[in-house]
């Protein structure tokens, strides 16, 4: 069983920035890929970057080139860093990690952190 807990948001200006923190704990049998997906109220969740075991990187549109996702792995810690926000960030940030355990792939969820972006 893997454990994940957000942080780092918060309140922040439009233009501003914030860096959110994914900590895991528990045994991760065989990491296959974080991602960071944000919900809005009365909206679907949707996924906004992932990176993968071998360090590729995706990133949603809307946040192509203001956003960054990394990982260390010395920390268990994922990070999404977040440049140049806009009103329409704001949202619950989940933090997501795809483990493989016995040849199946079990998904984790952290309990989320919300950011808030102001005009």
């Known amino acids: 069983q893997v454990q994940l807990v957000e942080s780092g948001g918060g309140l922040v200006q439009a233009g501003g920035s914030l860096r959110v923190s994914c900590v895991a704990s528990?045994?991760?049998?065989?990491?296959?890929?974080m991602g960071w997906y944000r919900q809005a109220p009365g909206k679907q969740r949707e996924l906004v970057a992932a990176?993968?075991?071998?360090?590729?990187?995706n990133y949603a549109d809307s946040v192509k080139g203001r956003f960054t996702i990394s990982r260390d792995n010395a920390k268990n810690t994922g990070y999404l860093q977040m440049n140049s926000l806009k009103p329409e960030d704001t949202a619950v940030y989940y933090c997501?990690?795809?483990?493989?355990?016995?040849?199946?792939?079990?998904?984790?969820w952290g309990q989320g952190t919300q950011v808030t972006v102001s005009s």
């Open positions: 990176i993968t075991s071998g360090g590729g990187t």
């Open positions: 997501n990690l795809r483990d493989l355990v016995f040849g199946t792939y079990r998904d984790y």
């Open positions: 528990g045994s991760i049998f065989r990491f296959i890929s």
